[in-house]
Structures are given as C-alpha cells and as structure tokens.
C-alpha cells in the first residue's frame, strides 16, 4: 500500500512539471517608449525605488504556444509609494500578456516618491523565451 502511495505521488509530481519552452512566434522589436510619453511623465520608474517588485508571471496559454511578446504599463504612484490608475498603452500581440501584467503592476509598491506623486510612468515588461523582464525607457 505505502509503494503504491509513494508510485502514485511520483506520478503525479512528474506529470505537474513544465514543459521547455519553445518559441513559436519572433520576439517583436523592443518599442520605444519615449513615444508613448509626454515630455513630464516618469519613464521606466526612474524616480522610484522599489519596496515590492514582482514580475508578472508569463499565462499559461503563451507559454505553452510559445507566444513572446511585450506591454507598455501606464501607472502613477501615490505620496505613499502604491500603484494606481493602471493602464495598457500598449501591447504586442493584444490580448495575450495585459492581463497577467496589470496584474502583477498592481501589486508593486514603492518608497514614497521624494518630489510627491508621480504621474504617468511608464515601464515596459518583455515577455520573451518563458521569462519576464523590464524594458528600457529609452
């Protein structure tokens, strides 16, 4: 009984592990951001210093079709360093990574903001090869 248990568990561990991912779509050019962007808004959170940073985890769906991809996040940061009014400005493919990444924007927080609130920042988060990282602001 306890081999048939220990068997069944194994399998069950096997079976829940992830696959490799392999790409099935390019990567789409990097875009740039500053286009996104009015002349006073904080780009790729240069002004801020991170208290909780989590990336987004890439969907399920994505990586099991080997979908890469980016999203542009417009957010602002309270006095108090919280994440609010998050928005898409932009994504490639659409409606495959904005929902895991305003998501995880969400959950960021901050050192409050030295100037006061900042408003409009944008960040760019690549979704590429299975993994998530920041963009550039440039």
């Known amino acids: 009984m306890r081999a048939l248990f220990l068997i069944s568990a194994f399998?069950?561990?096997s079976c829940s592990t992830n696959k490799p991912f392999y790409p099935k779509s390019e990567y789409p050019p990097d875009p740039w951001?500053?286009?996104y962007a009015q002349e006073d808004d904080c780009l790729g959170g240069e002004k801020l210093a991170a208290v909780k940073f989590d990336m987004p985890n890439y969907p399920r769906g994505a990586y099991r079709s080997g979908r890469q991809g980016w999203v542009i996040v417009r957010l602002d940061v309270t006095a108090a360093g919280l994440t609010e009014n998050i928005d898409v400005d932009r994504s490639v493919p659409e409606g495959m990574f904005e929902g895991a990444a305003v998501k995880a924007v969400k959950e960021w927080r901050f050192r409050p903001p030295q100037?006061?609130?900042?408003?409009?920042c944008r960040v760019l988060l690549r979704f590429?090869?299975?993994t998530v990282t920041l963009g550039s602001g440039s």
């Open 33 to 35: 951001v500053k286009g």
């Open 115 to 120: 100037d006061g609130p900042l408003q409009n």
């Open 128 to 130: 590429r090869a299975g």
């Open 11 to 13: 399998l069950m561990c």
